[in-house]
C-alpha cells in the first residue's frame, strides 16, 4: 500500500445521504486517481488530478465529486445521485499522469 | 474498442503446483502492459510491467511474457504458496492519451 492511506476501511450510508472517502499520500506524488471496484469487473476510473487544483473526470463520474486543495489530499465525495453507490474504492497516485500506480489499502462503501 | 480480457475468471491449484494466467487485448496505440497482484480486500500491487519490444520479464516465481503481435500476454507463477492466492490483474495503457485498460482479472486459490 506504500504512502497511500484510505479512510475508514470500512464505510456504512443510508440511501440519499452524501459520503466523503479520505485519500492522502506522502509520496510526494502529483497525480492521483480514484477507482471503483465491482465484482467480476475491471477498475473504472471516476476522477483523476494531474496537479494541485485540477482534476478530470473519469469513466464513471457521474454522481462523484472531488477536491485537490492539497497536493497530499483527494478526497471523494458519493453523492445521493449516485444510483449504485455501493462498492470497493481504491485511491491511487503516481508520480506524473501515465507512470506506475500506487494504491491505498481502499474503502468499502455499503449504501442500504 | 479497447479492451483487456483475461482468462480463465477463477482457478484452484495445489500449493507447489505452477500455472499460466492469460491476458489478451484489443489496444492501440499500445505503451505498455502491466501485472498486479490484489489481495483480498486490499489495493492492486505491481509484478512486471513490459513495453512493446520486450518478450519476458521476471520478478522471483512470477514470469510475465508478451506477445505483440498476437496482443496475448501471460503471467507464469513457479512452484505455487499459499500466499499467491489473489486476484491477478492485466492492464493496458494506451499510447496517446496515457489511459488504462483494465482486465476483470483472474481469481487464483492455492489450496494446501
Known amino acids: 500500500d506504500g504512502g497511500i492511506t484510505q479512510s475508514p476501511k470500512y464505510l456504512f450510508r443510508k440511501e440519499g445521504q452524501n459520503v466523503t472517502l479520505s485519500c492522502e499520500q506522502n509520496?510526494?506524488?502529483?497525480?492521483m486517481y480514484w477507482y471503483r471496484q465491482d465484482p467480476g469487473q475491471g477498475l473504472r476510473l471516476i476522477y483523476y488530478?494531474?496537479?494541485?487544483?485540477?482534476?478530470q473526470k473519469g469513466d464513471i463520474a457521474e454522481g462523484y465529486s472531488v477536491s485537490r486543495e492539497k497536493k497530499e489530499s483527494f478526497p471523494l465525495t458519493v453523492t445521493s445521485a449516485q444510483k449504485n453507490p455501493t462498492a470497493f474504492y481504491l485511491c491511487?497516485?503516481?508520480?506524473?499522469?501515465?507512470?506506475?500506480?500506487?494504491f491505498g489499502p481502499g474503502t468499502r462503501l455499503t449504501v442500504t | 474498442k479497447n479492451q483487456v480480457e483475461q482468462s480463465p475468471q477463477s482457478l484452484i491449484i495445489l500449493e507447489g503446483k505452477n500455472c499460466t494466467l492469460q491476458?489478451?487485448?484489443?489496444?492501440?496505440?499500445?505503451?505498455?502492459l502491466r501485472w498486479y497482484k490484489q489481495d483480498t480486500g486490499r489495493g492492486p500491487v505491481s509484478l512486471t510491467i513490459?513495453?512493446?519490444s520486450e518478450n519476458t520479464k521476471s520478478n522471483g516465481r512470477y514470469t510475465a511474457t508478451l506477445d505483440a503481435d498476437t496482443k496475448q500476454s501471460s503471467l507464469h507463477i513457479t512452484a505455487s504458496q499459499l500466499s499467491d492466492s489473489a486476484s491477478y490483474i492485466c492492464?493496458?495503457?494506451?499510447?496517446?492519451?496515457?489511459?488504462?485498460?483494465w482486465g476483470a482479472g483472474t481469481k487464483l486459490i492455492i489450496k494446501p
Open positions: 491511487a497516485s503516481s508520480i506524473r499522469t501515465g507512470d506506475e500506480q500506487y
Open positions: 509520496l510526494n506524488h502529483d497525480a
Open positions: 488530478s494531474q496537479i494541485v487544483n485540477d482534476f
Open positions: 491476458c489478451n487485448y484489443t489496444v492501440s496505440p499500445f505503451s505498455n
Open positions: 513490459m513495453t512493446f
Open positions: 492492464v493496458v495503457r494506451v499510447d496517446s492519451n496515457y489511459q488504462l485498460i
